[in-house]
């Protein structure tokens, strides 16, 4: 079946610093890959988004590529700001609509 | 936009009582929701998919006499914990998509749960 690992948190650094979390996947066919972003106290909130290899998603100045011939889909920003302090959740959508998660990067940014 | 609205966002209930939980689309007809569970610092694990007008699809190892999901209409879907438990306590959360979001998933924005 379908799987997603992602780096095992927390991660802790601080305003201005790089981010990379690690996602990647396994999956039959080709599925797509998310990155959701979830604020202390709130629901599921999709940060971007790529369908297809190659593909870039972006927002926020949050950025993942979709590898396929690594499996990855890693999440990386240049420079972190206080408020992305958040849990950071890899996805894949299988060809069912289903969503598999990643366990979660709990980040912490301070100040 | 499309946006998936959950009621209610927190629920506190005594053990043996049932609780209802509703996720609703407001601006799209949902031929399908789903929905997931979370528990504290762990990942979202998929209870059921339910598809407007049919029974749901439960997920390997999800009571579905315990986990009752109704999804009466193409904009709402219910989720029934029965004979709710301190281990049900947990965060849900219910996502939806139509025919033609294509891979977009909406979700809702999560309900609490605690059973004490």
């Known amino acids: 079946g379908n799987s997603v690992t992602q780096m095992e948190g927390p991660v802790t650094l601080s305003e201005e610093a790089f981010l990379t979390i690690n996602c990647t996947y396994t999956?039959?066919?080709?599925?797509?890959l998310f990155w959701y972003v979830q604020y202390p106290g709130e629901g599921l909130q999709l940060l971007l988004k790529a369908t297809k290899a190659d593909d870039k998603g972006s927002n926020k100045g949050f950025e993942a590529t979709y590898r396929k011939e690594t499996t990855s889909f890693h999440l990386e920003k240049g420079s972190v700001q206080v408020s992305d302090s958040a849990v950071y959740f890899c996805?894949?959508?299988?060809?069912?609509?289903?969503?598999?998660f990643g366990k979660g990067t709990l980040l912490t940014v301070n100040p | 936009g499309a946006v998936v609205s959950q009621h209610p966002s927190w629920v506190i209930c005594k053990s043996g009582t049932s609780v209802k939980i509703e996720c609703r689309s407001l601006?799209?007809?949902?031929?399908?929701m789903f929905w997931y569970r979370q528990f504290p610092k762990q990942s979202l694990m998929l209870m059921a998919t339910s598809n407007e007008g049919s029974k749901a699809t439960y997920e390997q190892g999800v009571e579905k006499d315990k986990f009752l999901i109704n999804h009466a209409s193409l904009t709402l879907s219910t989720l029934t914990v029965t004979s709710a438990h301190p281990e049900d306590s947990s965060f849900y959360i219910c996502?939806?998509?139509?025919?033609?979001?294509?891979?977009?998933?909406?979700f809702g924005e999560g309900s609490w749960l605690t059973v004490v």
């Open positions: 601006d799209f007809q949902a031929t399908t």
């Open positions: 996805a894949l959508l299988g060809s069912n609509y289903k969503l598999t």
């Open positions: 996502s939806a998509s139509f025919h033609n979001s294509g891979n977009t998933i909406y």
């Open positions: 999956a039959t066919g080709y599925p797509s």
